[in-house]
């Protein structure tokens, strides 16, 4: 069974910044593509970053030139780098991955338990 587990989320002031982590762990053979999703009160969860296994990145256009995804594939660890932060950035931070257990099974899409970030003065 493969799960992933974010930390790094908490409170901090407009302008201030937080590095978010996720870590998959398990059965893992391969890691393929590894995103970051937010969802806000009241909206529906959207996707904030997206990074393959090659290291091709994608942004949503509301976070471009203030966050950055990077992985650690030996670790089987994505980051979000965030800064410049702003009061709408606040949500629940969710990690999200596509794995192959091992060679002869599908890849799964678990989801992490979602860390709070919250932007407030």
């Known amino acids: 069974q493969v799960q992933l587990v974010e930390s790094g989320g908490g409170s901090v002031q407009p302008g201030g910044s937080l590095r978010l982590s996720c870590a998959a762990s398990?059965?893992?053979?391969?890691?393929?593509?590894m995103a970051w999703y937010r969802q806000a009160p009241g909206k529906q969860r959207e996707l904030v970053a997206r990074?393959?296994?090659?290291?091709?990145?994608n942004y949503a256009d509301s976070v471009k030139g203030r966050f950055t995804i990077s992985r650690d594939n030996a670790k089987n660890t994505v980051y979000l780098q965030m800064n410049s932060l702003k009061p709408e950035d606040t949500a629940v931070y969710y990690c999200?991955?596509?794995?192959?257990?091992?060679?002869?099974?599908?890849?799964?899409?678990?989801w992490g338990q979602g860390t709070q970030v919250t932007v407030s003065s």
């Open positions: 999200n991955a596509v794995i192959t257990a091992t060679r002869w099974t599908p890849p799964v899409a678990p």
């Open positions: 398990g059965s893992i053979f391969s890691i393929n593509a």
């Open positions: 990074i393959t296994s090659g290291g091709s990145t």
